[in-house]
Nanobody
């Protein structure tokens, strides 16, 4: 069993930065891929970024490339999402998800077995 708790969301201005954290429990968390997804108001859930179990491989959505950085500290069982140059369209509930079968970072929600409750990010213009 893996439990995930996100933190770090909030209300920011356009161009600001935020760092989201995903704290995981369970012995498989540090072994397998973890991803961030988001769901904006009236939108479907979309992939943002993912990282391999070792942290050596990452994958980003086009909207995140160059602005967001995913990283992990397996000693702390935590995955981070550093978000820079935030835009109003980044407003969403951000959720982290953990895989139990894959070490490689995947983009489909169905590849992840455990999900956190989410943290709200609001970017005001």
């Amino acid at each position: 069993q893996v439990q995930l708790v996100e933190s770090g969301g909030g209300l920011v201005q356009v161009g600001d930065s935020l760092r989201l954290s995903c704290a995981g429990s369970g012995h498989t968390f540090s072994m397998n891929a973890v991803a961030w997804f988001r769901q904006g108001p009236g939108k479907e859930r979309e992939f943002v970024a993912a990282i391999s179990g070792s942290g050596g491989t990452t994958n980003y959505a086009g909207s995140a490339k160059g602005r967001f950085t995913i990283s992990r500290d397996n000693a702390k069982n935590t995955v981070y999402l550093q978000m820079n140059s935030l835009k109003p369209e980044d407003t969403a509930v951000y959720s982290c998800a953990a895989a139990i079968l894959w070490q490689t970072p995947r983009v489909r929600p169905q590849d992840y077995s455990y999900w956190g409750q989410g943290t709200q990010v609001t970017v005001s213009s």
